[in-house]
């Protein structure tokens, strides 16, 4: 009975690294000698089978939070097949897409702090909607990260956020975008080298991979959004596009790895995206609004 | 591992690691074993962050392994020292006797207080 259990919940772990690719095997098998190592040694000490196999399950983790430490640990994160991976890809397209929407918000709330525009209706939805957004991203960390990243994580990415918003209102998206790029690539291989022990990798450099991507979309979305047609036309494929790919996703039944991962910014793009498309529509009726009333 | 120690255990673990193998090789359980023991139970490694490190760790020839059967249970990965992992743990020592006695000036520890 109880290593039954053991064995269901290698299985499940199995599962969960089946993406992870040829290291998903050795880790596997390491981790049965640990699960057995400590249930052996519970029986020793008297331990119940059962609660012996149920306590040594408890202390190695959930299998959720232990496959994203091994899929992350495990060299070469690949993808089996080429489609999938495909799917992947274009997932995080469109999630720089999405976030494109996203930072021309964040831009227009920069506009706005520098005018004292919350004083007026648009100042207002402005700074509700960067909060709202703000609030999804952060749960969305609070959801695939430990709460420790989360508290590390938000941090960062406000100020970098701000600071891009900053920078990229005075001299332009281009200019913003490139010292950030260098400084995330910095820091990336930095932390990846181990030149800041107590800076895992997740707490500085995950924060500002995804501003960045932000930004770079933003970027991208700014010079698309000259052509409001052309832009709306954008939302709408964008949006089927990453609806699809979190369906594929579903079907797949993927669980973990990169391809899950990226579907799952995908869905999250889409809301981020409706969100941000949203807010910009309400906020250009009311700016016209308010402009008549003020000519008024 | 109590909530307020993580943050210095992240910065040392492979000098744990290294540690725990300096008697001879070990599996990923024992090494875990061995530094709560050695640590009174005050150092006790996750699961999620001792396999990582272990895997790094061989990536960087500080370790070697080789899978052993056992009579009584799935085989063990054992892990051991490379020369470059002793001279690793070697270098370790002294940088962390070095950092414990400017750490210990700056907090004003006595000798008395940093051994009890």
Redesign the interface.
């Known amino acids: 009975m109880s290593n039954h259990e053991l064995e269901e919940f290698l299985s499940q772990v199995e599962a969960r690294l089946a993406l992870s690719g040829p290291n998903a095997e050795p880790i596997i098998a390491e981790l049965r000698t640990h699960l057995y190592a400590d249930y052996e040694e519970r029986l020793a000490g008297g331990c119940d089978p059962e609660i012996a196999a149920r306590e040594a399950i408890r202390e190695v983790g959930e299998a959720r939070g232990l496959a994203q430490e091994f899929a992350r640990d495990a060299a070469g994160v690949r993808a089996r097949r080429p489609v999938l991976r495909t799917v992947g890809a274009l997932a995080i397209a469109v999630y720089g897409f999405f976030g494109a929407i996203a930072l021309c918000d964040a831009y227009a709330l920069m506009h706005a702090i520098a005018r004292i525009l919350p004083r007026n209706p648009n100042g207002v939805l402005l700074v509700t909607g960067w909060a709202g957004h703000l609030y999804n991203a952060a749960d969305w960390l609070s959801q695939h990260r430990q709460v420790e990243d989360f508290v590390c994580g938000v941090p960062p990415l406000v100020v970098v956020g701000i600071a891009v918003g900053y920078v990229a209102r005075r001299r332009g998206w281009l200019p913003a975008m490139v010292p950030a790029l260098l400084f995330w690539l910095v820091t990336w291989q930095a932390v990846a080298r181990g030149k800041f022990p107590f800076m895992p990798y997740e707490h500085i450099a995950q924060p500002l991979g995804m501003f960045l991507a932000l930004g770079l979309g933003a970027w991208l979305g700014e010079r698309l959004s000259r052509s409001r047609l052309r832009a709306r036309r954008f939302l709408v494929a964008g949006a089927a596009l990453a609806f699809a790919i979190v369906c594929l996703g579903g079907l797949a039944q993927f669980s973990e790895g990169l391809l899950i991962s990226s579907a799952a910014i995908g869905g999250y793009a889409v809301v981020v995206g409706l969100i941000g498309g949203l807010a910009s529509w309400l906020v250009r009726r009311l700016s016209r609004r308010t402009d008549t009333l003020t000519a008024n | 591992m109590a909530g307020d120690t993580?943050?210095l255990l992240?910065?040392t673990l492979s000098s744990l690691v290294l540690a725990a193998l300096a008697d001879g090789q070990r599996?990923?359980?024992?090494i875990a074993?061995e530094i709560r023991t050695k640590t009174d139970g005050l150092l006790h490694l996750?699961?999620?962050?001792l396999?990582?490190a272990l895997?790094?760790m061989e990536?960087d020839s500080l370790l070697t392994s080789e899978?052993l059967t056992v009579e009584?249970?799935?085989?063990?990965?054992y892990y051991r020292l490379t020369r470059k992992g002793r001279s690793a743990l070697r270098a370790h020592r002294e940088r962390w006797l070095r950092f414990r006695d400017a750490v210990d000036m700056m907090l004003q520890v006595k000798p008395a207080e940093g051994t009890t």
């Not at chain 2, 996750?46 to 962050?49: I, L, M, N, T, V």
């Not at chain 2, 009584?72 to 990965?77: E, F, I, L």
């Open positions: 993580s943050e992240r910065g599996y990923g359980y024992e074993r996750k699961e999620g962050s396999y990582p895997h790094a990536r899978w009584k249970g799935p085989s063990r990965k």
